[in-house]
């Protein structure tokens, strides 16, 4: 073998004479190859003077000195002409263009056609792409604008796309690597605008529908926005009535706004708005208050039931609703069980309640050692065939019903009903203002009193 393999350099042979000319040679060639540059490569016959160095691509259709180069490497050196056929995997750079030159199957080409032809699996400007984040950039500033060299149209657009409309294409922001606020079409086709606390609770702030266009707050009541959370007043922070209800055996009440105790035991029953613990780890959210039952005597049959109606019965009809509380009794097994009630009103059809048991609950006892939360899957029924009353009076009811056998305390706190299976969230409950909680509970009751001249005031 005399060359080289891969640049043709002539190899030194042991009994050759005069071995620094064919160690020129080689030094000649890697001087014409080593940090490629060339001139141009448009043209097809040599330039009409040359300098020593100089070098060429030769176009389509070499002529003169260069006839049969096309696409060689033509270097101008000691007075003539070499030619040098390059192999796939050479790169130049262009002078005249300030571009770089890569040679294949097609002959010589912009690398940024090669790029933008054949593709790139990954991409890193500043930093190191994977293969999730095939485009990775790392700087302070990205600027996208509109094309006015080629020139394009004067638009400038940033397109996200979806296979289905189950997927999910938007702009995730974080703070740290986790994820603080989303925008976009997060699992569905409607727009929204999501934040997160923590990365892994999101509430979302701003639905805008596909269909109608319509711009909801599905966090607030702001706007005729739906709260995430079905029931009013789940903190117990409101108690336009008291604080401290005395329900006898056999007998019901309104107790703290919004929620109706049914005491069934043979026991009478004390139901206080009471302080929850500061900073509990036992429940999220950090609620001031809890609801407590207390009894005297122990009962020995009968249950309590917790209960919220939600207005109008369709709501969540058809639909996976969970429910979650906390609770806390004494140590026992004393069981919980959890249902939905659908009312169809004065005059509706059916006239008697259709009542739905829970079709999961993660733990069925009021006490148990490892936590308070306690979370229940429904599959609401259909209302199709059903008929509303004339009043007005329909409604949904979550229920909560213990069985407590104790002379002692049972806890209640941070109470939430959401739409969909959100037995795996952290904490689906939804905080609204103290403004709109005790507006939505005055909806339902309002307080009088009378003044020392005798005058009431609602």
Excluded at 5 to 30: D, F, G
Excluded at 144 to 170: E, M, R, W, Y
Excluded at 311 to 316: A, F, G, S
Excluded at 361 to 382: C, E, H, K, N, Q
């Amino acid at each position: 073998m005399e060359q080289t393999a891969i640049l043709s350099l002539p190899y030194i042979a042991a009994s050759q004479n005069q071995k620094h000319v064919t160690h020129n040679e080689a030094l000649r060639m890697l001087d014409a190859l080593v940090q490629l540059s060339v001139k141009d490569r448009h043209l097809t016959a040599p330039p009409e003077e040359p300098s020593e160095g100089d070098r060429y691509i030769v176009a389509e259709g070499g002529s003169d000195d260069w006839e049969g180069w096309d696409d060689s490497l033509a270097a101008y050196l000691d007075g003539v002409w070499t030619q040098f056929v390059p192999t796939v995997g050479w790169i130049a750079w262009a002078e005249d263009e300030e571009a770089i030159l890569t040679y294949g199957a097609e002959g010589w080409v912009l690398f940024s056609d090669y790029v933008v032809e054949s593709g790139v699996s990954t991409w890193g400007v500043n930093t190191s792409a994977d293969e999730t984040n095939r485009l990775s950039v790392k700087s302070d500033a990205v600027l996208f604008s509109h094309d006015d060299v080629t020139p394009g149209t004067g638009d400038s657009q940033l397109k996200i796309n979806k296979a289905a409309d189950t997927d999910t294409a938007s702009l995730l922001f974080q703070t740290d690597w986790s994820g603080r606020a989303e925008m976009g079409l997060a699992g569905e086709d409607s727009f929204s605008f999501k934040v997160s606390p923590d990365g892994s609770n999101w509430f979302e702030g701003i639905s805008i529908d596909k269909d109608s266009g319509a711009v909801t707050f599905p966090n607030s009541s702001i706007g005729g926005g739906v709260p995430k959370n079905y029931l009013i007043n789940g903190d117990f922070d409101v108690s336009q009535r008291g604080t401290s209800f005395t329900i006898a055996a056999g007998s019901s009440a309104y107790t703290l706004d919004r929620w109706l105790v049914t005491n069934d035991t043979d026991q009478s029953v004390t139901v206080y708005q009471s302080d929850a613990t500061p900073g509990s780890t036992n429940f999220p959210g950090n609620p001031r208050y809890k609801m407590q039952l207390a009894f005297d005597t122990a009962p020995t049959s009968g249950t309590i039931r917790i209960e919220q109606r939600v207005e109008y019965v369709q709501k969540l009809a058809e639909m996976t609703a969970t429910a979650r509380g906390y609770f806390y009794g004494p140590s026992g097994s004393e069981t919980l069980a959890a249902e939905v009630v659908q009312n169809f009103g004065t005059g509706g059809s059916p006239s008697s309640e259709v009542t739905t048991a829970a079709t999961s609950l993660d733990v069925a006892t009021i006490y148990d050692a490892d936590g308070m939360a306690r979370s229940a899957l429904f599959d609401v029924p259909s209302v199709s065939g059903m008929t509303y009353g004339s009043n007005g009076d329909d409604y949904l009811a979550l229920a909560w019903v213990l069985t407590p056998r104790q002379a002692d305390t049972y806890d209640i706190v941070h109470m939430s009903f959401v739409e969909g299976n959100a037995s795996g969230d952290d904490d689906p409950f939804e905080r609204r203002s103290p403004e709109d909680t005790v507006s939505e509970c005055q909806r339902y009751y309002w307080r009088g009193y009378t003044d020392d001249q005798g005058l009431a005031y609602l």
